[in-house]
């Protein structure tokens, strides 16, 4: 499975930007998918997931209430649809994919069996 990662980029607080990671080479709806990120000198951390169909979400607490991620199975593709964005949100945001046969979101690094490249994120004060 391949998945990259657009739609990052510069934007000043307060502001908003939508993620997306396109998946290839395999059954999409046999995946989970997560997004996480990672800052300058800090490990990789999880801010949302979403089940294979979607009917399950969670989120970091950092981020609840101002990001919202989904899903379009058809067009093999997540989203993470961010406001109010903040200075601390600035890091390199990967998804993240894990096999599975259950409706279960999954939030460890660990636990993913496939990742895309990044896309940067800045959020200027």
């Known amino acids: 499975v391949q998945l990259v990662e657009s739609g990052g980029g510069l934007v000043q607080a307060g502001g908003s930007l939508r993620l997306s990671c396109a998946a290839s080479?395999?059954?999409?709806?046999?995946?989970?998918m997560g997004w996480f990120r990672q800052a300058p000198g800090k490990e990789r951390e999880s801010v949302a997931g979403?089940?294979?169909?979607?009917?399950?979400?969670y989120y970091a607490d950092s981020v609840k209430g101002r990001f919202t991620i989904s899903r379009d199975n058809a067009k093999n593709t997540v989203y993470l649809q961010m406001s109010s964005l903040k200075p601390e949100d600035t890091a390199v945001y990967f998804c993240?994919?894990?096999?599975?046969?259950?409706?279960?979101?999954?939030?460890?690094?660990?636990?993913?069996?496939?990742w895309g490249k990044g896309t940067q994120v800045t959020v200027s004060s």
């Open positions: 080479g395999g059954t999409f709806s046999s995946y989970a």
């Open positions: 993240g994919a894990r096999f599975t046969l259950y409706s279960d979101t999954y939030r460890e690094v660990d636990g993913m069996d496939y």
């Open positions: 979403i089940s294979r169909r979607g009917g399950s979400t």
